[in-house]
């Protein structure tokens, strides 16, 4: 299979599969509106996760715990109608498939019908293996995520680098080995040590995306706010910023005031 941007019309789970393989790299960034998942599809992005981290962006929370099923089934419906050839993955929230595996299917198949999602992403390993197997076996594609999991922010303490000892890096490899056995498609590794992600990669066949976890994995994932600039609050070292659009937009809507107040806006020909 031909992985090359122009010959995929639509990128699906086997494409990624294929851009491993071919060692083509797979790039991957949130969007949870239509306006921002249009240009984010436009601009040829492999996958767009829409992330609870919606939860922090748009509703200003301190942590993802507080969304719900209901939230992540509107900003992904509205994601899913701006997008022709991302594959589009939508977080299952907290509280929505932990411990309880017919909840999990139950979460996963609203999100499915009711948002249009390709595929779903959730959080943990050998603790949630009986929510994953149960929603792969309705057909639904499953993306994991180790590592810095923000959904047990409060067992963890803190935001700080993950599996940086011995015990912590060997349980990291064995539920990655794991997700792949019982069918995830790919593996979100999030803020661990680059060694770490090379060698679970490595020790893998599906795709590793990766977000503060080095340029030794299949592929990479931003939030989209952290990596234009919107969001001038969070600056961690892994973080590239592609621009400063919180500058950008807040002169912008500096200058619109100004020109309000002396009335130059609206002018002759901006009126009917
Ligand atoms: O919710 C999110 O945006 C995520 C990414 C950080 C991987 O899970």
């Known amino acids: 299979m031909s992985v090359h941007k122009k010959d995929v019309k639509k990128v699906t789970t086997h494409v990624l599969q294929a851009m491993k393989h071919a060692g083509e790299k797979i790039s991957m960034l949130t969007a949870y509106d239509y306006s921002l998942a249009k240009i984010v599809d436009q601009a ?30 509107y900003h992904a419906s509205s994601v899913i109608r701006a997008v022709d050839r991302a594959l589009v993955v939508v977080d299952l929230p907290f509280g929505s498939y932990q411990g309880n595996s017919r909840n999990a299917l139950d979460s996963a198949i609203k999100i499915m019908k ?74 979100v590794l999030e803020k661990i040590p680059a060694k770490l992600a090379e060698r679970v990669a490595q020790s893998v066949n599906v795709p590793i995306i990766g977000i503060g976890a080095g340029g030794g994995v299949d592929g990479q994932v931003l939030v989209l706010h952290d990596m234009l600039g919107i969001n001038n609050e969070f600056n961690p070292r892994f973080l590239r910023k592609y621009h400063n659009l919180y500058e950008e937009m807040k002169g912008a809507i500096m200058t619109y005031v100004d020109d309000v107040k002396s009335r130059d806006f609206p002018n002759d020909t901006e009126q009917y």
């Open 44 to 73: 040829g992005i492999d996958v767009i996760l829409v992330g609870d981290s919606a939860s922090n962006v748009m509703a200003g929370h301190e942590t993802t715990l507080p969304i719900t099923l209901d939230q992540m089934i």
């Open 114 to 187: 009711e948002a249009g999602a390709h595929a779903v992403k959730l959080e943990g390993g050998k603790e949630i293996q009986e929510s994953v197997t149960r929603i792969l076996t309705a057909g639904i594609p499953v993306m994991g995520h180790l590592g810095l999991t923000p959904q047990s922010i409060y067992k963890f303490g803190t935001y700080s680098v993950r599996a940086k000892e011995e015990e912590e890096a060997e349980k990291l490899i064995a539920d990655a080995q794991l997700l792949e056995e019982i069918g995830c498609f790919a593996i």
